[in-house]
């Protein structure tokens, strides 16, 4: 089992996050406030005996708000709606060539060890960032050709994820861009060279995630990739499941199984069922979790969906 993403912050937490960015809080009292809430996560996630995990992404509003802490060259531009959803992110807007800066990035990394390590906790730290394609249509770009800032973003990434180095497990890397019909298929062709850029000596596995609806037409392109897992968001694409299992053969998947955009429990059978299928279709390998972002759930019924997950083990 994997937890990927971003775990909806508590009320507390959003509040002391809102007085650090008026000035009324300091540093250290948004720290204690994000360690408590790591620490309840990090609980959670060994309660359900994952074998990977984020760190919830506390710190960060969403996985967009992820990039700004490794690279350099990008600012905070206008809020943007996230896909179809009722979710908004900062656009990054490119000013300048882009370079990579690893030091904030890691720092927080090391606390989520450390913290990992005083709770005894053994689940494997992932290492959560936005994949190339949809950095590139997520954000506004004032520098680059199309291709150059593939190759660029691919590069920055690879050099911050082996400057991390043993300290996390697995590379979850989010691409719900996979999908968008505007991307020209010069670009797809493409994208499986970008990928061997970024992950050019990273020794560490990889998981691809591509939630929400799954435009099948690309699913070729998908799984030319050279990752270890293929995240599909099985919640979402119930309807497509004949198409997508015919690219399961000798694969190592990742099946989002439970629904993280509305409140409504998900079925165990359904997702055992799910779990046969995928394995009669020849899987190597299955992963099981959530697809996606968990912010657009209450806290609450974040953590009923996820417990359900202990029962597939």
Same mark, same amino acid.
């Given at each position: 089992?994997?937890?990927?993403?971003?775990?909806?912050?508590?009320?507390?937490?959003?509040?002391?996050? $809102?007085?650090?960015?008026?000035?009324?809080?300091?540093?250290?009292?948004?720290?204690?406030?994000?360690?408590?809430?790591?620490?309840?996560?990090?609980?959670?996630?060994?309660?359900?005996?994952?074998?990977?995990?984020?760190?919830?992404?506390? *710190?960060?509003?969403?996985?967009?708000?992820?990039?700004? $802490?490794?690279?350099?060259?990008?600012?905070?531009?206008?809020?943007?709606?996230?896909?179809?959803?009722?979710?908004?992110?900062?656009? /990054?807007?490119?000013?300048?060539?882009?370079? /990579?800066?690893?030091?904030?990035?890691?720092?927080?990394?090391?606390?989520?060890?450390? +913290?990992?390590?005083?709770?005894?906790?053994?689940?494997?730290?992932?290492?959560?960032?936005?994949?190339?394609?949809?950095?590139?249509?997520?954000?506004?770009?004032?520098?680059?050709?199309?291709?150059?800032?593939?190759?660029?973003?691919?590069?920055?990434?690879?050099?911050?994820?082996?400057?991390?180095?043993?300290?996390?497990?697995?590379?979850?890397?989010?691409?719900?861009?996979?999908?968008?019909? +505007?991307?020209?298929?010069?670009?797809?062709? *493409?994208?499986?060279?970008? #990928?061997?850029?970024? +992950?050019?000596?990273?020794?560490? /596995? $990889?998981?691809?995630?591509?939630?929400?609806?799954?435009?099948?037409?690309?699913?070729?392109?998908?799984?030319?990739?050279?990752?270890?897992?293929?995240?599909?968001?099985?919640?979402?694409? &119930?309807?497509?499941?004949?198409?997508? #299992? *015919?690219?399961?053969?000798?694969? &190592?998947?990742?099946?989002?199984?439970?629904?993280?955009?509305?409140?409504?429990?998900?079925?165990? $059978?359904?997702?055992?069922?799910?779990?046969?299928?995928?394995?009669?279709?020849?899987?190597?390998?299955?992963?099981?979790?959530? /697809?996606?972002?968990?912010?657009?759930?209450?806290?609450?019924?974040?953590?009923?969906?996820?417990?359900?997950?202990?029962?597939?083990?």
């Amino acid at each position: 089992m994997a937890i990927t993403g971003s775990y909806p912050k508590a009320l507390q937490l959003g509040k002391i996050i $809102s007085r650090y960015r008026t000035g009324k809080a300091n540093e250290e009292i948004l720290q204690k406030a994000i360690e408590r809430e790591e620490e309840k996560f990090f609980k959670l996630v060994n309660s359900i005996g994952v074998k990977y995990s984020s760190d919830g992404l506390f *710190r960060w509003d969403d996985v967009v708000d992820v990039t700004f $802490s490794y690279i350099e060259g990008a600012e905070k531009g206008d809020l943007m709606r996230f896909f179809d959803n009722n979710f908004y992110y900062r656009r /990054p807007i490119i000013k300048k060539k882009i370079k /990579p800066n690893s030091n904030e990035f890691l720092k927080y990394i090391k606390d989520d060890q450390r +913290l990992l390590d005083k709770l005894g906790i053994k689940v494997g730290l992932s290492v959560v960032i936005l994949g190339p394609l949809s950095y590139h249509n997520l954000s506004e770009n004032k520098v680059y050709d199309s291709l150059e800032l593939l190759s660029d973003y691919a590069n920055v990434v690879n050099s911050v994820v082996k400057s991390i180095g043993n300290q996390v497990k697995i590379l979850e890397i989010h691409e719900p861009s996979i999908s968008d019909k +505007l991307v020209k298929k010069d670009i797809l062709e *493409r994208l499986p060279s970008i #990928y061997d850029e970024m +992950l050019k000596g990273v020794n560490i /596995p $990889s998981l691809l995630l591509t939630y929400f609806e799954l435009n099948t037409s690309r699913l070729e392109y998908l799984f030319k990739l050279p990752v270890t897992y293929y995240g599909i968001d099985v919640a979402e694409n &119930k309807n497509k499941l004949g198409i997508i #299992y *015919r690219y399961f053969n000798g694969k &190592k998947v990742f099946l989002g199984v439970i629904n993280t955009r509305n409140t409504r429990m998900d079925s165990i $059978s359904s997702m055992r069922l799910i779990l046969r299928k995928a394995k009669d279709k020849g899987a190597e390998e299955i992963l099981v979790g959530n /697809p996606g972002p968990m912010d657009f759930i209450p806290e609450v019924v974040a953590k009923r969906k996820l417990s359900l997950l202990s029962k597939l083990r």
